[in-house]
């Protein structure tokens, strides 16, 4: 049974090596590819073949292409949903408000520069009137907001410049709801 799936796999990579397209090449030189990139002309390991690096770059080059992608859609694992600041309440850049809160509510940040991705309002909808708008920040070091999470993890809500303001893990919609439901 074994050496079936073995048989299986091996001509499943038979299959994706026959799609590459690669011009030919002499023995023991790395090929070019059809598109025109030339691949890396180092040492082949052992039991390397020309093709098999072929392959294992587009394999790479596809990776990495998938990774920026993730990372392009901005995830959430950095961000901080800011409660509690009325729209009017910012006179200057919300980006320095943000980080004067940030120092005001972790102190162990004073001494660092506190780097933002970006801050916008978002939340609830502008022609409500009454109704604030979250903040919404992304900080480029993560721990830089475990800092800011844990030092606000006792209280949910604090005071900052007259305001009852609140920091929050940014969750989706999804999550919430299934938080809701446990």
């Known amino acids: ?11 499943s990579l038979k299959d994706l090596f026959a799609k590459i397209p690669v011009k030919k090449v002499l023995p023991g030189e790395l090929p070019v590819m059809e598109g025109g990139d030339a691949v890396d002309r180092g040492v082949l390991g052992d039991g390397e073949t020309p093709l098999t690096r072929s392959f294992m770059e587009q394999l790479f080059g596809a ?10 859609h901005g995830s959430r694992r950095s961000n901080i949903r800011i409660k509690g600041v ?4 910012i006179t200057g850049k919300l ?3 943000v980080v004067r809160l940030f120092h005001h509510m972790a102190p162990d940040l004073k001494d660092q520069t506190v780097v933002l991705d970006r801050t ?11 109704q604030d708008q979250d903040i919404l920040t992304c900080l480029y070091h993560y721990k830089q907001r475990e800092t800011i999470m844990e030092a606000v993890r006792d209280q949910s809500l ?3 410049e007259c305001f009852r303001i609140g920091l929050f893990q ?6 919430l709801q299934r938080r809701r439901t446990l």
């Not at 009325?86 to 309440?89: I, K, S």
Request: aromatic share 6%; charged share 25%; proline share 6%.
């Open 95 to 97: 980006e320095d408000f």
């Open 120 to 130: 916008h309002r978002g939340g609830h909808p502008v022609h409500l009137p009454g």
């Open 158 to 160: 604090r005071d900052f």
């Open 63 to 72: 990776l990495r292409g998938d990774f920026a992608k993730l990372g392009m």
């Open 1 to 11: 049974m074994t050496s079936q799936r073995h048989n299986k796999k091996e001509g």
């Open 170 to 175: 940014d969750l989706s919609t999804l999550t």
């Open 86 to 89: 009325p729209l009017q309440a």
